[in-house]
């Protein structure tokens, strides 16, 4: 059995390390997440995970982290020198490219840990991050094995 929850937030970012395109300026996006997780226990109400766990967790830590904040590049200092003045919200992904594979990786590995942590017996399947309603990128671990439909995988 599968459960899939997906959902939006704005987020902010530019591409950097000498890429040529638009997206080398500062923009943003109406991101999609659309995470799924993979069960064979029930619970006694009949359910491999309450939904409302699943915002919590998921959809919360994104929330707290990445809604209406600027992802940013940790090489790319200019712009995380900007925003620390400007007292404003962002997230430092990492030294690597604020794409959207990058963050879907990174998504993957922060939910695949909360998952293991809180709710043992239960397996991230693949999630994908929308960058915008056509173009995704899915991270997944070939564990799982098929992925549920939708994620084109
Ligand atoms: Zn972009």
Redesign the pocket.
């Known amino acids: 059995m599968w459960l899939v929850r997906d959902w939006t937030w704005a987020m902010a970012?530019?591409?950097t390390g000498g890429y040529q395109g638009p997206?080398s300026n500062l923009?943003?996006?109406t991101y999609k997440c659309q995470m799924s997780i993979a069960g064979t226990k029930y619970n006694p109400h009949g359910m491999l995970m309450d939904f409302k766990d699943i915002k919590e967790h998921f959809q919360g830590w994104i929330d707290l982290y990445l809604d209406h904040a600027v992802i940013v590049d940790l090489q790319d200092s200019a712009l995380l020198a900007f925003l620390t003045q400007e007292h404003s919200k962002y997230y430092v992904l990492g030294a690597c490219n604020t794409t959207a594979e990058n963050i879907a990786k990174h998504l993957f590995k922060i939910f695949d840990c909360e998952l293991a942590a809180h709710f043992p017996g239960l397996k991230l399947g693949p999630l994908a991050v929308y960058?915008t309603e056509h173009n995704r990128a899915v991270c997944f671990d070939s564990d799982v094995g098929t992925a549920p439909p939708g994620f084109g995988v």
């Open positions: 970012h530019r591409l997206c923009h943003g996006h960058e």
